[in-house]
């Protein structure tokens, strides 16, 4: 709860005035918080998304260039993910819903670049927790990380075999 009402961030009243509650997503509250602890409670949301938004195309510039070496090519794309897509809409604005959006946006891209780069499981992991966190839509996105991790994943048939028989009893 918070005494001052920050900008651009959806606010339920209850029935005290003197204190609002903020509808922010998980990860992106928990992703302001050392900014609101060396910035002060007044640090605006926005500045977060625009800080993710740029990292979102250096990140897109990164897997990029992991995938095909060639710096041009991450150029082209870090230029048409910064400015010829929905993400600078989103991370201009950076209103709560944007800000959640964006912030899963950067850790699935975060993922995928781990996934591509030293494919470290807990890293993976820990990036697709935080995603979820942002937006829980997002679990949709697992099964393209298993098949990316499908050989660092130990006993992976094992697993499949255990999921299917599980998702079994939901289909009874």
């Not at 605006?44 to 095909?68: E, N, R």
Request: glycine share 6%; net charge positive; charged share 15%.
């Amino acid at each position: 709860m918070v005494r001052r009402k920050p900008f651009l961030v959806k606010r339920i009243n209850p029935c005290w005035k003197q204190y609002a509650l903020c509808c922010l997503s998980a990860n992106a509250s928990n992703s302001l918080m050392p900014f609101t602890l060396l910035f002060g409670e007044n640090f605006p949301q926005q500045y977060l998304a625009h800080f993710l938004g740029a990292l979102l195309v250096v990140l897109t510039m990164k897997l990029s260039y992991l995938i095909k070496k060639d710096k041009q090519l991450a150029l082209w794309s870090g230029l048409l993910v910064g400015l010829g897509s929905i993400i600078f809409y989103l991370s201009s604005v950076g209103s709560v819903w944007y800000l959640g959006q964006i912030t899963a946006a950067f850790f699935l891209m975060a993922a995928l670049t781990e996934s591509f780069g030293k494919k470290r499981l807990v890293a993976v992991s820990i990036l697709l927790g935080a995603a979820y966190l942002s937006r829980p839509h997002t679990i949709l996105s697992l099964p393209l990380y298993v098949y990316l991790l499908r050989k660092k994943i130990p006993n992976i048939k094992k697993l499949f075999t255990t999921c299917h028989s599980f998702f079994d009893i939901f289909c009874l």
